[in-house]
């Protein structure tokens, strides 16, 4: 499929100059991450992404409830709300399955996030819609009867432009809730998208989606996107949310997670050396499983413990079992 299609942008000093402070921030905190437990970090974060962008559309759910959810427990609030909160969490469970892209992954993830809540959950709109404030229009879609075409111009120009990754993101984002292709829902999924793009960058994007960055500036959010309406220039909001992205890994370069602790760190190392005392044939993959760290996080604490001469190997990674060799002591 061929498209002369080209959303209008423009790119601006200040979006270079962003771009460039983004790129260097994301090598930092790439660095930060590697000693970080990933798979902690995630259900940490899915949470946190969910309950922000569910209470961006006037979910009352809180975080603890949300995990309430996750974890199979009863929780109080109305049949809607859950269900938005079950589905969320079964879209962001298959968030590594959708290729951004490609068009039947959006719809398949629209049927996921929307499943019992619309009629035609996974299918674009056959109806007309606006954004409204009160009674007054802020913003009316497109007609429905051009939203196939308009959604297939807008797929066949992210996967055919040279333009840089961060600004392709954003552009999709803000040309996606321009077109407001579906009946409810475009909101979440428009977040989930960009926050996809993004991860093909990098996948730290993944531990810093951007359902939370838009959570804490709603409005500056909304008005982003009204003003570049405005403007017929969605340059206004890419400059908006590489701010957010830019602001939120500065921040996060100084927040160190609690699993990094000196304390929880040598926690982790005991376990490790205590439990291989217990079972000299113990696998990596059991004490990941044991621990509940990853796999990658294990693998990292062995070496170290082996470079220091706690443990050793004895025969083959196959067949042979560890050896502790001397009492490992917290630093």
Request: net charge positive; proline share 3%; hydrophobic share 40%.
């Amino acid at each position: 499929m061929t498209s002369n299609y080209k959303p209008p942008f423009s790119i601006s000093d200040k979006t270079i100059n962003l771009i460039a402070d983004i790129s260097a921030q994301i090598e930092r905190y790439a660095i930060r991450m590697e000693q970080d437990d990933g798979l902690l970090l995630r259900k940490i974060n899915r949470i946190k992404t969910i309950q922000g962008s569910l209470a961006i559309e006037g979910n009352t759910l809180g975080i603890d409830q949300i995990t309430a959810i996750l974890e199979g427990k009863h929780v109080m609030g109305t049949m809607r709300e859950i269900q938005e909160a079950r589905n969320a969490l079964i879209t962001y469970d298959a968030f590594s399955t959708f290729d951004p892209y490609k068009q039947a992954d959006l719809l398949r993830a629209h049927g996921l996030l929307m499943e019992a809540l619309v009629d035609n959950h996974g299918k674009y709109r056959r109806g007309n819609v606006g954004v409204f404030s009160g009674d007054k229009p802020i913003h009316v879609a497109p007609p429905a009867d051009r939203v196939h075409g308009l959604m297939d111009d807008l797929f066949v120009w992210l996967t055919t432009c040279t333009n840089h990754l961060l600004i392709k993101s954003c552009v999709f984002h803000y040309e996606f809730e321009f077109i407001h292709p579906f009946m409810d829902g475009n909101g979440r999924m428009g977040r989930l998208w960009q926050s996809l793009l993004l991860t093909k960058l990098h996948p730290i994007f993944e531990y810093l989606p951007v359902e939370n960055m838009v959570f804490k500036n709603q409005q500056l959010y909304y008005k982003a996107i009204n003003d570049s309406t405005s403007a017929t220039d969605s340059g206004i909001f890419i400059e908006f949310m590489l701010q957010e992205i830019l602001t939120t890994l500065k921040k996060r370069q100084g927040v160190a997670l609690k699993t990094k602790t000196n304390d929880t760190a040598n926690g982790t190392v005991n376990d490790t050396v205590n439990l291989i005392k217990a079972n000299p044939k113990i696998t990596m993959d059991e004490l990941a499983q044991k621990i509940n760290k990853s796999r990658r996080t294990i693998t990292r604490i062995i070496k170290k413990l082996q470079e220091d001469g706690i443990i050793s190997r004895i025969g083959s990674d196959k067949t042979g079992y560890w050896e502790v060799k001397r009492i490992f002591r917290a630093k």
